[in-house]
């Protein structure tokens, strides 16, 4: 399975952006998929991850009421909706999935190429 993940941009604070993950392979439905951001100097961090149905969430507090996980399983892609962004929010956004939904990035595989983040002041 490789994970793609486009979208990113420079976007001026208070912007939106919307980022995409594109799933090959089969059993889309069945994962977890899990969005992480790694800036410069920093530790990676989870951001979001949405269950294989869809219907269940989680956010980072940093991102909560600001940043939105969706999935389309029918086109085995997932997409993170970026909104009222700060320069803090300046990173690579990479995807990945799971089998169950956690926030342990340990319990992601098959990271998939990130897609750079900027947003200027």
């Known amino acids: 399975v490789q994970l793609q993940a486009s979208g990113g941009g420079l976007v001026q604070a208070g912007g939106s952006r919307r980022l995409s993950c594109t799933a090959s392979?089969?059993?889309?439905?069945?994962?977890?998929m899990g969005w992480f951001r790694q800036a410069p100097g920093k530790e990676r961090e989870f951001v979001a991850a949405?269950?294989?149905?869809?219907?269940?969430?989680g956010y980072a507090d940093s991102v909560k009421g600001r940043f939105t996980v969706s999935r389309d399983n029918a086109s085995n892609t997932v997409y993170l909706q970026l909104s009222s962004l700060k320069v803090e929010d300046t990173a690579v956004y990479h995807c990945?999935?799971?089998?169950?939904?956690?926030?342990?990035?340990?319990?992601?595989?098959?990271w998939g190429q990130g897609t750079q983040v900027t947003v200027s002041s």
């Open positions: 990945a999935r799971a089998r169950t939904l956690t926030r342990a990035a340990d319990a992601y595989e098959n």
């Open positions: 392979g089969r059993a889309f439905g069945w994962f977890v």
């Open positions: 949405i269950s294989g149905s869809g219907s269940s969430t």
